[in-house]
């Protein structure tokens, strides 16, 4: 069992649709918890951080976390075309000294 | 400000041909990591750099090595390329171990093995 699971999509949604991005996890020990973007050809690059449970919100963009469910959330309001990429999902403990990241999913965010 | 810079960013490599892969940071960042990316797997972590001059395994390890030049350059060597380590390969840089908030990645690089 991989310890970070993330459906791959692709997930194709209408510009201005609300979106949804998931990852569940196994080790209930993550306290961190990141998502990254990547577009086509590019290295990731850091989109939210949380630490431990609860909401973080960044204009369009909010992450949640629910550590009793073993689940974190990425929510992007009012679509863009420019949102089309691929979305990560990362966590890793409280030391901090190794990552777990998921697979990766692929969104297109059609005119 | 580069950030982190990548070289090369393609190479087709011949089984049993060895390689050094260049990776800079410009950010006086401490920590240095090598990920290789795969389709359906994520991200991996093939060595880290905690600081310089030390040196750590992470998640793959295998048919790799790694030398921390100076704080700037983290390089990761192939000795005897295999098909199997045909991927895209990620250097990025933190300003302390971990710390997601602070990873900043290079732009890859694409790496055939034929």
């Known amino acids: 069992q991989k310890e970070v699971e993330q459906d791959p999509g692709p997930l194709s949604v209408p510009e201005g649709a609300i979106v949804s991005l998931n990852c569940t996890y196994s080790?209930?020990?993550?306290?961190?918890f990141m998502w990254y973007r990547q577009y086509s050809r590019k290295g990731p690059e850091l989109l939210m951080y949380t630490y431990s449970s609860g909401n973080k919100e960044d204009g369009r963009f909010t992450a949640q976390v629910d550590k009793s469910s073993k689940y974190i959330s990425l929510f992007i309001r009012d679509s863009q075309p420019s949102d089309s990429a691929t979305y990560l999902c990362a966590m890793s403990l409280y030391n901090f000294n190794k990552f777990y990241f998921g697979s990766g999913t692929k969104l297109n965010v059609k005119p | 400000n580069a950030g982190v810079t990548q070289t090369p960013k393609f190479q087709v490599l011949k089984t049993g041909q060895s390689m050094t892969l260049q990776c800079a940071q410009d950010?006086?960042?401490?920590?240095m990591y090598w990920y290789r990316q795969d389709p359906g797997m994520g991200l991996r972590l093939i060595y880290y750099s905690a600081s310089e001059g030390t040196t750590d395994k992470g998640e793959v390890p295998n048919g790799y090595n790694v030398s921390r030049l100076n704080k700037r350059e983290f390089s990761l060597r192939l000795e005897s390329a295999a098909p199997s380590q045909t991927s895209v390969y990620f250097c990025?840089?933190?300003?302390?171990?971990?710390?997601?908030?602070?990873?900043?990645f290079g732009s890859g690089t694409r790496l055939t093995v034929v």
């Open positions: 950010m006086n960042h401490n920590s």
């Open positions: 080790n209930s020990a993550f306290q961190y």
């Open positions: 990025a840089s933190s300003l302390h171990t971990g710390e997601g908030y602070g990873y900043t």
